[in-house]
């Protein structure tokens, strides 16, 4: 197919001036592509990326519905960002018949786990592109995806699958603030039993009102609730203490995040293994972002390289409630020494991110 069938074709699905959209397309630069309404976290800190290794026309295809949500400043970058909204269809139709071929790099942050997707049997054939797919579970990478692309994760386990471990985190400049006299907890994603165990949350929660220890205050962001976690906290005396704010904007949620403490990602060995072996969890990019210090349980933090320096780290969900207590009674020169230590971990992960970006492009 021509590059003048090309564009006849893409101007079929076109739903707005097709002339500005030629105009705007960066003729060997590169292509960020999300066609779903969800890891929005993650496009930001590829844009970061991608402009610090010197690439200076970066454009954004993404799910309409997702770009309502504002996962995007472009005020954060130095460079104009182009930024193209369709649904899930059109995307697919823009990628299938060719759209890519105007570009030197395509990242695609989100493909389709069924094998059968018609984006990732498009990208089997060969193309003049570069394609890096980001896989956020292990598990949905086969043979044929090793061979046609160049794969990233958020997270390098121990696994054979050569793989490339790029954690994308950036949401802007956020300086330091000193421990707030009200402790702030925060926690991100859906609510359900198979991402996070509540009920330790919960049951803490009571024991932190029973032993009078009130000057705290969880925020809980997401959408999906599990209908018995909904049930369990349905007490009017945790209105006080838990605030659900249910799916909001990206920039309402960065807000909520920069003004809190401690981040609790809820993690549980017995429930949670495939976060140890096959796929991550966003809340780690939101911690590296905010430098805001986590509670994590020890076997999650010896796997995320988290420490006693930049964390507090739980054996059980006994201790959990320990830990809450601990941090709510933290003096502030602890808290701007565990923001300190985290703040070199995070630079220590950008480092090896753009090393191996680098890598990629360098092919």
Do not use: W
């Not at 690439?55 to 460079?79: A, E, Q, R, T, V």
């Not at 394609?131 to 390098?156: M, S, T």
């Not at 507090?312 to 709510?328: C, Q, R, V």
């Amino acid at each position: 197919m021509n590059n003048y069938l090309y564009i006849f074709k893409i101007y079929q699905f076109c739903s707005y001036n097709f002339f500005n959209f030629l105009r705007e397309i960066n003729k060997n630069e590169i292509l960020i592509i999300e066609k779903y309404d969800f890891h929005g976290e993650c496009i930001p800190g590829f844009i970061k990326y991608f402009q610090d290794l010197g690439y200076k026309n970066i454009d954004i295809l993404i799910n309409i519905k997702l770009n309502k949500l504002k996962p995007l400043n472009i005020s954060f970058f130095n460079n104009k960002i182009n930024i193209f909204e369709y649904s899930s269809q059109k995307i697919d139709n823009f990628i299938t018949l060719g759209m890519c071929n105007f570009y030197k790099i395509c990242l695609f942050i989100t493909l389709e786990f069924k094998k059968s997707d018609k984006i990732r049997l498009y990208l089997y054939n060969k193309h003049k592109f570069k394609k890096l797919i980001v896989f956020h579970e292990l598990f949905n990478i086969n043979k044929k995806d090793i061979l046609n692309y160049n794969i990233i994760v958020l997270k390098k386990f121990q696994t054979n699958i050569p793989v490339y471990e790029v954690n994308p985190h950036f949401f802007g400049e956020y300086k330091f603030h000193n421990k707030s006299k009200i402790t702030n907890f925060i926690i991100v994603g859906n609510i359900q039993s198979y991402r996070k165990n509540f009920l330790i949350l919960f049951d803490s929660i009571e024991k932190l009102i029973n032993n009078k220890i009130l000057n705290f205050h969880i925020t809980i962001v997401g959408g999906k609730i599990e209908n018995k976690i909904k049930i369990l906290f349905n007490k009017a005396y945790l209105s006080k203490y838990v605030t659900f704010t249910g799916r909001i904007s990206y920039d309402i949620m960065y807000k909520y995040i920069s003004k809190s403490d401690f981040f609790l990602p809820l993690l549980d060995p017995d429930q949670h293994r495939l976060y140890l072996s096959e796929k991550t969890s966003g809340s780690f990019q939101l911690v590296y972002g905010f430098n805001i210090p986590i509670i994590i349980q020890k076997i999650f933090a010896e796997k995320y390289e988290f420490n006693n320096s930049n964390s507090i780290i739980y054996d059980n969900n006994h201790d959990f409630f320990n830990k809450l207590n601990y941090s709510i009674n933290m003096k502030n020169d602890e808290y701007i020494y565990l923001k300190k230590n985290l703040k070199k971990m995070k630079n220590n992960i950008e480092k090896k991110s753009i090393n191996n970006l680098k890598l990629i492009l360098n092919k």
